[in-house]
């Protein structure tokens, strides 16, 4: 473990009221499941080098690791408090019968049971964003928002945030109670959002908070065989653009981040993350990104991206990628957004 001093990100306003956080986040999931086995004692030092390079905005879910991801971060947090903003969800249930199960909750009584468990677990008193992380339409939102609206009078949540929602939604929810963060997959590969989401978060003013921004690893080029490159226990074996010819042709379209890296000195994951945080201009909002990983020197390659600018006919090259890339986002698009497009 290097003694170096880290370079600290440049810091944005979270939404129009919220606190002012790192211009890119983290994202904790894989530290408790999905993407094989986790080093503890490499994911804990991960976690410090967080703070260390700025890194405020840390991000979770009740679903990741079954509560797992929650209780893993309290330590952290007891010791860090006052210089992270935590980020966590509901609204994805799993049964433990079950390993494969997952329902939609957004009814105001479930939320007030999970936003007392994740206070629970994750030891601390107040929760800084508290995201729905997947819209049930046969809910209103009007209930949903609402029943959030309640725990940030009972000083229980400090602002809400909505995941995977249309623009419309966005704005319906909105007019209920101010959204802070709006939270969907957003990267060279995915860029669905654009549609609707991201002219409304322009709008009023929502902060962005892409997901899985390195295409869940497949941007930094590591990956054209998920059977060969990929462990029995990761869940990307099972996603659409991780299998068989989509694999191959999506392994074809990162030649451009290649040749873009290579002019900058810097690896594929930096561009693709580079691009992620250009949008900001591009759409003019406030954009953080939340890329995941279990190691120090990633964290601090990620980091590095927000220090790289793309000229236009660097973007230009970049442009036409996700309209030819092979395969959905999930296998079963139903609770994204874009199922919801009109």
């Known amino acids: 473990m290097s003694n170096s001093p880290i370079e600290k990100i440049s810091t944005v306003r979270l939404g129009t009221e919220g606190p002012q956080i790192g211009v890119q986040g983290f994202g904790a999931m894989g530290i408790s499941e999905f993407y094989g086995d986790t080093d503890e004692a490499a994911a804990r030092d991960t976690l410090e080098a967080t703070v260390e390079a700025g890194v405020t905005l840390i991000d979770t879910a009740d679903i990741y690791g079954s ?44 939320i007030k049971k999970a936003v007392e468990a994740s206070l629970r677990r994750l030891d601390i008193d107040v929760i800084d964003l508290y995201y729905m992380h997947r819209r049930d339409p046969q809910v209103p939102l009007a209930e949903s928002v609402g029943a959030m609206a309640e725990l940030v009078q009972e000083g229980k949540v400090k602002y809400l945030g909505l995941s995977e929602v249309t623009g419309a939604e966005l704005r319906e929810a ?79 379209l990162l030649e451009p981040l290649h040749k873009i890296a290579a002019a900058h000195g810097a690896t594929t994951a930096q561009i693709a993350l580079a691009w992620v945080q250009q949008r900001a201009q591009v759409h ?59």
């Open 284 to 342: 003019d909002l406030t954009v953080v990104p939340i890329p995941g990983t279990r190691k120090r020197s990633r964290l601090l390659e990620n980091t590095g991206a927000t220090r790289i600018t793309l000229s236009a006919e660097e973007l230009a090259l970049l442009e036409p990628i996700a309209g030819q890339v092979a395969g959905d986002r999930y296998p079963d698009m139903s609770s994204t957004s874009a199922a919801r497009e009109q």
């Open 174 to 252: 909105h007019a209920v109670h101010p959204i802070t963060a709006l939270q969907s997959e957003w990267s060279v590969f995915s860029r669905d959002v654009e549609r609707s989401a991201v002219p409304a978060a322009a709008e009023l003013g929502v902060t962005f908070v892409p997901y899985s921004p390195l295409g869940r690893g497949f941007l930094t080029g590591a990956f054209a065989d998920a059977g060969k490159d990929l462990s029995s226990s990761d869940f990307r074996q099972f996603q659409p653009r991780f299998t068989g010819d989509n694999a191959k042709t999506n392994a074809a």
């Open 67 to 110: 509560g797992a991801n929650e209780e893993f971060l309290a330590p952290f947090l007891a010791a860090h408090r006052d210089e992270v903003t935590l980020a966590t969800k509901f609204a994805i249930e799993r049964r433990a019968d079950d390993p494969s199960y997952r329902g939609i909750r957004n009814d105001a009584a479930y």
